[in-house]
């Protein structure tokens, strides 16, 4: 069973950046879709970025685009997530996920079978 291991969140101002990686603990180059989901206290989980792994087409939620950048190293089998400007909003605990079930576009969970554990990023204002 490959493995999902976040890292990287932590406690940042506002305005500040963070690098998220996630490591697989085996090749997904076979893999679909991956992605970065995201759940502030009391919300529903939210699909922040996707990857189409095969074409490299990627889709933002609204409220990230052009502050945040998703890119895969194949070599070190690991998914980034680079978080620029961030905002107090962004706060939550962010998810990697790997998967084929679906549409990587659609940002939905049910696409995804393989989670990682979860890295926590706090933005404060």
């Known amino acids: 069973q490959v493995q999902l291991v976040e890292s990287g969140g932590g406690s940042v101002q506002a305005g500040g950046s963070l690098r998220l990686s996630c490591a697989a603990s085996?090749?997904?180059?076979?893999?679909?879709?991956m992605a970065w989901f995201r759940q502030a206290p009391g919300k529903e989980l939210e699909g922040v970025v996707s990857m189409n792994t095969y074409s490299g087409g990627t889709t933002y939620v609204d409220s990230v685009r052009g502050r945040f950048t998703i890119w895969r190293d194949n070599a070190a089998n690991t998914l980034y997530l680079q978080m620029n400007s961030l905002k107090p909003e962004d706060t939550g605990m962010y998810y990697c996920?790997?998967?084929?079930?679906?549409?990587?576009?659609?940002?939905?969970?049910?696409?995804?079978?393989?989670w990682g554990q979860g890295t926590q990023v706090t933005v404060s204002s």
């Open positions: 085996a090749t997904l180059l076979s893999t679909n879709c």
């Open positions: 996920a790997a998967g084929g079930g679906g549409p990587c576009w659609s940002g939905r969970a049910y696409v995804y079978n393989l």
